[in-house]
């Protein structure tokens, strides 16, 4: 079946502008999970998702972060107001359940804050 | 303690030769170590996972060496081969628990 799809798969923004990252996990995974992968680093969580409770915001850096998920399905990654240091590739991946062991991937997108 | 930490940082091997990648972790409360393989472009894949229960897991050319008491834990590619070229990652879990501690990751290099 299909995998966690994210879109777009690159952004080019400048400084100060908001973006918005989408992310469509596999059919029928409560669990989501946004990632922030700076080049050559490892994985940064950001926040994680879980059927209708609420979210863990623990990982988000900065109040210029947030995130959705809507009908417990597709997530929006936002961040307002760019800065050169949000430039990284964000991944978004997902999970049958709240407790499962595997986390499925998406494709990520690469953000450019220039 | 809720690190992992994961060595080195970015490997060199000759085709047909083994690749080491070692993990350290504090927190006794792991019991779910998995190894994820990214290749430029795309998102981490699970590569291969072990419990604490066994001291060696082993998928193909792929084997987890696992140390309970030393908590450590090490990623063997034997037969290396080109297009094992990619990241890979080290991570730990525990039951009951959402969050997946990643390393660093290792970039490893085959050589042809």
């Known amino acids: 079946g299909a995998g966690v799809s994210q879109s777009p798969s690159n952004k080019v923004t400048e400084k100060g502008k908001d973006v918005e990252l989408r992310c469509d996990p596999i059919?029928?995974?409560?669990?989501l999970y946004w990632y922030r992968q700076s080049l050559g680093q490892g994985l940064e969580f950001l926040i994680y998702?879980?059927?209708?409770?609420?979210?863990?915001k623990s990982g988000l850096p900065s109040d210029r972060f947030s995130a959705e998920r809507t009908g417990g399905s597709v997530s929006t990654l936002t961040i307002q107001r760019t800065q050169q240091e949000d430039s990284a590739v964000y991944l978004c991946?997902?999970?049958?359940?709240?407790?499962?062991?595997?986390?499925?991937f998406g494709p990520g997108t690469r953000l450019t804050v220039t | 303690q809720q690190q992992v930490k994961q060595s080195p940082q970015s490997l060199i091997v000759q085709k047909g030769g083994i690749s080491i990648i070692n993990c350290a972790y504090e927190?006794?409360?792991?019991?779910?170590f998995p190894w994820y393989q990214q290749f430029p472009g795309k998102g981490p894949a699970l590569l291969i996972a072990?419990?604490?229960?066994?001291s060696e897991k082993k998928e193909g050319r792929f084997t987890i060496s696992f140390n309970k008491s030393a908590k450590q834990f090490s990623l063997h590619i034997m037969d290396s081969q080109p297009g094992d070229s990619a990241t890979y990652f080290c991570a730990a879990k525990n039951t009951g628990g959402f969050k997946t501690i990643f390393g660093a990751g290792t970039r490893l290099f085959v050589k042809a």
């Open positions: 059919s029928g995974h409560t669990a």
């Open positions: 927190n006794t409360a792991f019991d779910y």
């Open positions: 072990i419990r604490p229960d066994v």
């Open positions: 998702f879980q059927g209708n409770s609420a979210p863990d």
């Open positions: 991946a997902s999970s049958p359940a709240a407790n499962s062991y595997e986390q499925y």
